[in-house]
């Protein structure tokens, strides 16, 4: 059961525009979310987060926005760079004693074109 | 360079047999994450432990374990492997059990033919 969803498989964005990346989740015990980046033969790399108590976090280029209500969060990536091809993973993940781990969406490739 | 290091980096075996991953984790840190990558598919979480000991389950079949030894380091271990078991295992870390950042390696890719 998937509860972290990303239902664009790809985006191809113009360098210099705007890169919207989507994501929805359906537990609403989720109370932290996160994006992470990964290149080919690499790991996959922290790249932003927010916590349910807020709405917006901006790091840089990078914005991530959480509608609670909607069970939806987004990151937008402004301006886009031909380095910032990569898929992005959009993970939750819910306060618990018994552990911490994130649950993955399946990821959107993102290709950022000259 | 995340300071997480998996061996081997990649692996070829047949159905039926047995398979041991191995991670370290970044200094310092006391918990290790195992995830799996199918063809197609996110990041499904199999296991965690902290310190040690087992912290979380997820996905994990039972013909697959985990342990965290003393050094912290862990293994993963694959037994009676099927096909449907070919697949990118990540290993990752954090300080602590709790809040989101991970540290990954770089995969362990598993074919079994």
């Known amino acids: 059961d998937q509860q972290v969803k990303q239902n664009s498989p790809s985006l191809s964005v113009q360098e210099g525009r705007i890169s919207i990346l989507n994501c929805d989740y359906t537990n609403s015990m989720f109370d932290y979310f996160l994006w992470y980046k990964k290149y080919p033969a690499e790991g996959p790399t922290f790249l932003i987060s927010i916590s349910s108590i807020k709405d917006k976090n901006e790091d840089g280029r990078f914005t991530v926005f959480l509608n609670k209500s909607a069970k939806h969060l987004s990151l937008h990536i402004v301006p886009s760079q031909p380095g910032d091809s990569a898929v992005y993973f959009c993970?939750?993940?819910?306060?618990?004693?018994?552990?911490?781990?994130?649950?993955f969406g399946k990821g959107t490739s993102l290709l950022v074109t000259p | 360079d995340s300071g997480v290091t998996q061996t081997p980096k990649h692996l070829i075996t047949a159905t039926g047999q047995r398979v041991t991953l191995r991670c370290s984790p970044r200094s310092g840190d006391l918990s290790v994450y195992w995830y799996q990558q199918s063809l197609d598919q996110g990041l499904q979480f199999l296991i965690q432990?902290?310190?040690?000991?087992?912290?979380a389950k997820g996905n994990i079949l039972e013909r697959f374990s985990a342990q965290q030894f003393p050094d912290l380091h862990s293994e993963l271990n694959l037994s009676s492997l099927e096909l449907g078991d070919s697949a990118l295992y990540f290993c990752?870390?954090?300080?602590?059990?709790?809040?989101?950042?991970?540290?990954f390696g770089e995969g362990s890719r598993l074919t079994v033919l």
């Open positions: 993970a939750a993940s819910a306060t618990s004693n018994s552990g911490y781990a994130l649950n």
């Open positions: 432990y902290y310190n040690g000991e087992e912290r």
């Open positions: 990752a870390s954090s300080v602590s059990g709790a809040t989101g950042e991970l540290f």
